[in-house]
């Protein structure tokens, strides 16, 4: 069982580019989360999944799109990379509402 | 929209003193409150939760908590710290009626040898 796993661990890109954060949970949770970590200002949520074939936009979305591939699997794309975007990037996971969610060991992204 | 404040930075206590890590929190509906715990460069450890029920709350490796309606406060409490209680600790809330959590900015915890 290895709860909620990330990929990759660290990346850096350029201005412009494109990737994509995968995120996996084996816990069979409906619903899943990205959140981003920066000095200062605690987790923020970028967008969720409260179940599969659904997604919703967190506090700070813009330049972000996500896929739910399925009940497993949550993916984060940054379509073009800015600098701001520089951070550390958290998938979590849990079953209902009122349960904790269980984080994943995180992607340490830099935008240059 | 909900909310929580962790109003100090840091926190430091001398080993096998009380800790307390405060958090306030404002949300429309009734609280579901929760502490995590991060270690460096590693993802956020679920620590306790209140959902209903009493007041006082305990969670994992000796830490507690005490839900206050009145005051709108859910502080952390450990009887006696630890050096490897140093951390950084998030107090999180969610409103009952939906699936988003809000998560103050976190406290660093410094436990003096």
């Known amino acids: 069982n290895a709860g909620v796993t990330q990929t990759p661990k660290f990346q850096v890109l350029k201005t412009g580019q494109s990737m994509t954060l995968q995120c996996a949970q084996d816990?069979?949770?409906?619903?899943m989360y990205w959140y981003r970590q920066d000095p200062g200002m605690g987790l923020r949520l970028i967008y969720y999944?409260?179940?599969?074939?659904?997604?919703d936009k967190g506090e700070v979305p813009n330049g972000y799109n996500v896929s739910r591939l399925n009940k497993r699997e949550f993916s984060l794309r940054l379509e073009s990379a800015a600098p701001s975007q520089t951070s550390v990037y958290f998938c979590?996971?849990?079953?209902?509402?009122?349960?904790?969610?269980?984080f994943g060991p995180g992607t340490r992204l830099t935008v240059t | 929209a909900q909310s929580v404040a962790q109003p100090e930075d840091q926190v430091n206590v001398a080993e096998g003193n009380p800790l307390t890590v405060k958090c306030t929190y404002s949300v429309s509906g009734n609280p579901y409150l929760f502490w995590y715990v991060q270690y460096p460069n590693r993802g956020l450890q679920f620590l306790l939760k209140?959902?209903?029920?009493?007041?006082l709350v305990k969670g994992s490796y000796g830490f507690e908590a005490e839900f206050n309606k009145s005051q709108t406060s859910f502080h952390l409490k450990k009887p006696s710290a630890l050096v490897s209680d140093s951390a950084l600790y998030f107090c999180a809330v969610r409103d009952g009626g939906n699936n988003r959590l809000a998560f103050g900015k976190g406290n660093q915890v410094v436990v003096i040898p």
């Open positions: 816990m069979n949770h409906n619903s």
């Open positions: 999944s409260a179940s599969e074939g659904t997604t």
């Open positions: 209140y959902i209903t029920g009493d007041n």
């Open positions: 979590a996971s849990n079953t209902l509402r009122g349960d904790e969610q269980y």
